[in-house]
Structure formats: C-alpha cells, structure tokens
C-alpha cells in the first residue's frame, strides 16, 4: 500500500471536527508563539472554546480596541500511528471574547481542567483547511 495525501474540501473539515472534543489554539502570547490544547464545540462555521479570566489564552485574546478580533489558528487532528492513517483541520481567523448574550445562546463547552474558565471565545474562520493521509491500495 501507498500513502496518498489529500487536500480536504470545507465541508469535511467542518465535519471532521463537528463532534467537538479537543483541539489545540496557536496565538501570540506576548512572548511569541504559543500552543495550547482547550475543548471546544463547533457552531455553525465557528469554534467556541473557554479559558480562564486573565490566564494565557484570555490574554492573548484581549485587545484594547472593543469588539477587535485577535488572528489565531486552532488545529483539530486524529491519527491512527499503527496504519499510519489520519486527518488534520486547520482554521485560521478572527478571535473574540463573547458577550454574556451571546455566550448563553452558543453550544455549552465542558472544560476538562478544574477551575474558573469563565472567558468564552470564539473564533469565526477565514480559511478553513485540512489534509488526510490514507494508505492507497
């Protein structure tokens, strides 16, 4: 058998990673670079996670300017290491901290961590993308 790897289309990217679970967020954190895992949901087009008030994420998330989106990528994956098979999603766009109304209105997120996670992001994509890697044959 091959490997084939293959560009996948919008719709199963969002389908891939409409189950929710697991993803990781990659952002500035004011130092450089970061990449941190968080649970999410998806809504409609968008990613809704939750992080604590005035940790990493939620700081790198804020901006001085009300109603600004902060550019972040989030990736979402799953891979089989025993046949070598797997899919990843990225989506790359504009990041906010929702209102308490719209909060209430989204998917509920369940945290895995303990503690306050309080501060509800979501990030509405600009491009969505993703890869598949399959064994041909």
């Not at 199963?12 to 993803?23: F, H, K, N, S």
């Not at 998806?42 to 009300?66: H, I, K, P």
């Not at 109304?101 to 961590?113: C, G, I, K």
């Amino acid at each position: 058998m091959a490997p084939v790897l293959e560009e996948l289309d919008h719709a199963e990217c969002l389908r891939l990673i409409a189950p929710g679970g697991v993803g990781r967020v990659g952002f500035d954190d004011g130092q450089g670079p970061a990449v941190l895992p968080v649970n999410y949901v998806v809504d409609g087009d968008s990613v809704v996670f939750r992080t604590a008030v005035e940790g990493r994420l939620d700081s790198g998330v804020t901006t001085g300017v009300q109603d600004a989106d902060v550019r972040i990528a989030f990736e979402v994956d799953r891979f089989d290491e025993d046949s070598r098979q797997g899919w990843s999603v990225m989506l790359r766009g504009g990041a906010h901290h929702m209102s308490p109304e719209e909060a209430a209105d989204a998917p509920t997120v369940d945290p895995w961590p303990g503690g306050e996670r309080d501060a509800h992001i979501r990030l509405t994509p600009r491009t969505v993308t993703g890869r598949r890697v399959r064994q041909d044959g």
